[in-house]
C-alpha cells in the first residue's frame, strides 16, 4: 500500500517517525518536501493565486495540491496523510475499489465538549482531513479539484473545511457511500482509521492515531533521538 505525506524542516522528525511505522508493515512511502529541507520530492507551498499574478502562500499544506500530483503521477491508489500520524496495524483493508474518496468522520460523541466548534449543525459528525483514501479514478481527479478550487486563495481558507462543504447532506454513517456529482464517498470510522481524540477508553479499536493540536507532546516524546 502506498502512503503519501508531507512537510516542512519542523516537522522532519514525524515523517522520521512516521517512515518507521511504513517499514514495518511493508508499505511503500512517498514523501513531499514543502521547504527544500526534507527528504522527499521538493514541492513549495508558494501558489498563483486564480486570476491574480501575485503569489499565495499556503497557510497549511495543501492536501490537495499533493493528491491531484499524486494522481496524474501514478495510476495506483494511495492514502494521503499528515506526518503527525502514528500507525499502530495493518488498515489495508480500507483500500478497496467501491469508493472514490475515502474521508474519516468522528461520531458526535467524540465532537461533543471538545475545543472545536463545529459550523455545521446539520452534519452529525466531525470530519477530520488529515487522512483521505484516494482511488485513482477520473471522478477523483475532479472532485479533488473541485475541493481545491472551493478554497485556494482565500486568506482564511482552511482545506478541512472546504471539504466539510462539499459533503454537507450526507448522512455521515461509518461505511455508508454517498455519490455526490457522480463521485463514491466512502466514510470511514475515525475511532479506527484517523482517532484524534486519543482518550484511552476510546482507543481499543484504533488502526491510526492522529496527533493533532494539544495532542503534539505525546508525538514528540516518541520523536526523540531521532
Known amino acids: 500500500m502506498k502512503i503519501v505525506t508531507g512537510a516542512t524542516r519542523d516537522f522532519e522528525n514525524y515523517v522520521k517517525r512516521l517512515r518507521k511505522d511504513i517499514d514495518r508493515l511493508g508499505y511503500e512511502l512517498k514523501v513531499y518536501d ?10 513549495p507551498l ?5 486570476n491574480k499574478e501575485e503569489l499565495y502562500r ?8 499533493i493528491i491531484l500530483d499524486m494522481l496524474y503521477k501514478t495510476g495506483e491508489p494511495f492514502v494521503y496523510m499528515d506526518c503527525d500520524v502514528e500507525i499502530l496495524e495493518d488498515f489495508s483493508e480500507v483500500m478497496t475499489s467501491d469508493y472514490d474518496i475515502g474521508v474519516c468522520i468522528h461520531k458526535k ?25 484516494v482511488n ?12 481545491l478550487m472551493s478554497y485556494v486563495g482565500s486568506e482564511k481558507g482552511s482545506d478541512q473545511e ?5 459533503m454537507e447532506g450526507c448522512s455521515w454513517e461509518p461505511y455508508d457511500i454517498h455519490v455526490i456529482d457522480g463521485i463514491r464517498i466512502k466514510m470511514f470510522p475515525s475511532e479506527i482509521y484517523n482517532f484524534t481524540f486519543l482518550k484511552e477508553e476510546d482507543m481499543k479499536e484504533a488502526k491510526v492515531l492522529h496527533y493533532v493540536g494539544m495532542n503534539r507532546p505525546k508525538l514528540n516524546e516518541k520523536c526523540v533521538g531521532l
Not at 514543502?34 to 514541492?43: A, K, L, N, R
Not at 472546504?162 to 462539499?166: P, S, V
Open 34 to 43: 514543502y521547504d527544500g529541507e526534507v527528504d522527499g520530492e521538493y514541492f
Open 109 to 133: 460523541k467524540y465532537h461533543d465538549g471538545s475545543v472545536m466548534n463545529n459550523p455545521y449543525p446539520n452534519i452529525s459528525g466531525y470530519l477530520n482531513a488529515g487522512i483521505i483514501y
Open 162 to 166: 472546504a471539504l466539510t462543504r462539499l
Open 136 to 147: 485513482n479514478t477520473s471522478n477523483t481527479k475532479y472532485f479533488i479539484r473541485k475541493w
Open 46 to 50: 508558494d501558489f498563483i493565486k486564480p
Open 58 to 65: 499556503a497557510k497549511i499544506p495543501m492536501k490537495p495540491f
